[in-house]
């Protein structure tokens, strides 16, 4: 499909003997909100980790099979280049400790060594805090230090992080396990607004955010990819007896 | 049950005394120390001290320029060889803790930091000295860049490894090669601690007399060639306070002094970079 941004073909994760992703084939479209769930240790993050191959920095980490972007493996590309291309925001809020609020949102130029105008710099500290709707709160106090903001700005401030580097897709990983309710919605909010130009995909372990944000749903279990489907039909009617259970809450 | 209860709190106020008072023992050691050595040396000093080379036996006046300058040359050289070298093994063993390499060489300097000064100082006589038949400057830094290896080393692998992998993951998700991670994010994020144990590492050679004993040797005049004897602070209070010249033990009290002075104020930057620069996480 010529939609598809994202393609797993029989994809694997190891860590050492332990096989984390089993056999995982999914097709993911452009501009659409994947939510990928399960329970804890069944392999969704890893999974997440595998398609900017961040997975393979940690000691005795492995894959097999193919992961697609745009049609190319990313197995096959430069992993520095893949990760430059895909954007990616953790669990908890990362900004660079030692650099200004300003001088993070670029951080992906100024930390590469790409020369960027300072005209140009303003623009894309502007458009991304913007599109990471932290603009408003921090336009007077750009050059002050991003550790300063509380948890959900500097989230936002990683996404916009993220943005600045033009990716089509950006990954989520659990990015509001840490944050406040208030926070947590103000960044659901803009899941639904990034929509518009990136495609995301939001590993949580939280159903009901899940159900909220994502316009399909792909359910992990055991490193098994257990179904992938519209999200109101897998909320409503799940083909699979383990989604069921789950969804239930018979297990967690 | 009362009277327990008040048996125990006594107790515990008598250990907290305990302990108070053995805290404000070791204190006095320095303190003593400190006053015995301002009161000796600080009447020594003045401008004329700080700009003068020592004056021959028999000859009023003199200083100790060739000392201080000597001090000033062959630290800064040491550290200029110590602090490069330092960094980067410190680097190797907070990123690969867990290598045969980081295991052996992570025990070597741990071996080194308890090496005994004079023994370094034989050694480097023995491969530099000897071979070039001369003693020189460059010898002394060598002797003293040893000594400052381990804490250099310790201090930028302890800094580093507290920084969270969150940090290097941020910074690599975004593309950056490892090398520019290192360089641009882990380093400067754990700059202030890293500085910190150079200051120290200053510090502590700067009082090294054995090392510089048959390595840099000693000069009375003053000299900034690299690959000629030099003065030093330290050396030069060891042969002006075993000599016989009531003159000569006065320099050398001034010399303590300033001495003193300059590991005081080391340690004192020290303190005020962790705290300062100190970068919130």
Known sequence: MENTIVKAENYNSYFGDNHVVKDVNISINKNEVIAVMGPSGCGKTTFLRGINRMHELIPNATSKGKILLDGENVYDMNAIYVRAKIGMVFQRPNPFPNLSIYENVIAGYLLNGIKVSKADKDIIVERSLTSAALWKEVKDSLHKKGTFLSGGQQQRLCIARAIAMQPELILFDEPTSAL????????????????ANYTLIIVTHNMQQAARVSDRTAFFYMGELVEFDDTKQMFTAPADQRTQNYITGRFS | MEAKIGFRNTKSVIFKGIVVFFAFVITLPLIIVLIYIIKQGIT??????LTNVPAPVGEKGGGILNALWGSFLMVMVAAVVAIPVGMMAGIYLSENPRTKLAYYSGLCVDILQGVPSIVVGIVVYFWIVKPLGTFSALSGS?????????????STEQTLKLLPDSLKEAALSLGVPYHRVILKVIVPCGFAGILSGITLSIARVIGETAPLLFTAFGNPYLSSSLTKPMESLPHLIFTYATSPYDDWHNLAWGASFILLMFVLILNIVTKVITRKWKIQL
């Open chain 1, 180 to 195: 406040d309710p208030i926070s947590t919605s103000s960044v659901e909010q803009l899941f639904h607004e990034l929509k």
């Open chain 2, 142 to 154: 060598l002797a003293l860049a040893i000594m400052m290896l381990p804490i250099v080393i310790r």
């Open chain 2, 44 to 49: 020594q000093v003045n401008w004329h001290f």
